[in-house]
């Protein structure tokens, strides 16, 4: 069991840390999209160390954006993720609700501690609703 439980905690790691990757580059190409007004850098004009650099011409930062647009694409995107993260919770509701867990294994009698046993043991509780 604990190898299951750490395994798991390592995919769970994994994924949240993978899931802040994309996101600035993703939000980034949607707050440009919807630019309509770009500075060009470079061409020995004073922008050119903002952006360009060295002479190359190119796109500088943005001075006018859409606003309806940007409104729009961001809660398009945000509510896109946000449904498919739903369905993945569904599926998985479905996964685990046809799943038969092992009753023996879980209610299976524990070796009664010895006297000088350090192992930690957990006992449990019977209670009972008059």
Same mark, same amino acid.
């Given at each position: =069991?604990? @190898?299951? !439980?750490?395994?798991?905690? @390592?995919?769970?790691? &994994?994924?949240?840390?993978?899931?802040?990757?994309? /996101?600035?580059?993703?939000? #980034?190409?949607?707050? $440009? *999209?919807?630019?309509?007004?770009?500075?060009?850098?470079?061409?020995?004009? *004073?922008? /050119? /160390?903002?952006?360009? #650099?060295? %002479?190359?011409?190119?796109? #500088?930062?943005? !001075?006018?954006? $859409?606003?309806?647009?940007?409104?729009?694409?961001?809660? %398009?995107? &945000?509510?896109?993720?946000?449904? !498919?993260?739903? =369905?993945?919770?569904?599926?998985?509701? #479905?996964? &685990?609700?046809?799943?038969?867990?092992?009753?023996?294994?879980? @209610?299976?009698?524990?070796?009664?501690?010895?006297? %000088?046993?350090?192992?930690?043991?957990?006992?449990?509780?019977?209670?009972?609703?008059?």
């Amino acid at each position: =069991m604990t @190898n299951r !439980l750490t395994k798991s905690i @390592n995919l769970i790691s &994994v994924i949240s840390r993978a899931g802040f990757v994309p /996101a600035p580059i993703l939000f #980034g190409g949607l707050i $440009d *999209s919807t630019c309509r007004l770009w500075v060009m850098t470079g061409g020995g004009d *004073s922008t /050119a /160390a903002c952006g360009g #650099g060295s %002479g190359s011409v190119g796109r #500088g930062s943005c !001075l006018l954006f $859409d606003t309806d647009q940007l409104r729009w694409r961001t809660y %398009g995107v &945000v509510s896109a993720f946000q449904f !498919l993260q739903l =369905m993945f919770v569904l599926l998985l509701y #479905g996964i &685990v609700r046809r799943r038969r867990f092992h009753d023996d294994e879980l @209610n299976a009698p524990r070796p009664a501690s010895q006297p %000088g046993d350090t192992s930690p043991t957990v006992d449990v509780l019977e209670m009972t609703v008059d």
